[in-house]
């Protein structure tokens, strides 16, 4: 899928299970630094499948996000996706292992800041999940249709504060 039918069928599964409507944007961000972990831990245990899914699920919650704050939101999100979802970054090995080593620390600061000031630095977090994606052989669009098609079928409900809860932990 490109980015435009990875938002709108993650928008689509958000609006079914009530996200949109009474979702918050609260909530939301705090299963972004929920999945911000699992990135991490996916990271440290040298896990590319586990950070696959963790970027994946961050671009979810940041669609998520992106619907719950209504359509100029969405609007900015795809144009910020359109520019950023594209090809992975590194094709040189020799490149890509000197930037995971020199760089990937800070970028992954810079994310947790991204993600702490969400609202006021808009997408920012995006660009750097590419850079992420792409340090693992991986593009965003692979991370989000695999986060997709893993949650596009799940159940579950929207509680009084906000969080959606899996059929499964009921």
Known sequence: MNYIELHNATHKWAEDRGIVKNGKVFTQTMKLI????????????????????????????????ASIEGEEYRTKFIN?????ISPRLFEDAEDLDKTKKNNLVGMLCDLADF????????????????????LYKFTLAECWEAAYNEIKDRKGYLNEQGNFIKEGDV
Do not use: T, W
Request: some cysteine; aromatic content about 8%.
């Open 34 to 65: 929920s999945e911000f972990g699992e990135l991490c831990d996916g990271i440290i245990k040298d896990r590319p499948h586990e950070i696959k899914d963790a970027i994946g699920d961050m671009m979810v919650v940041i669609s998520n996000i």
């Open 80 to 84: 910020i996706c359109q520019d950023e």
């Open 115 to 134: 993600i702490e000031d969400y609202i006021f630095d808009g997408f920012q977090a995006v660009r750097k999940l590419k850079v992420i994606a792409s």
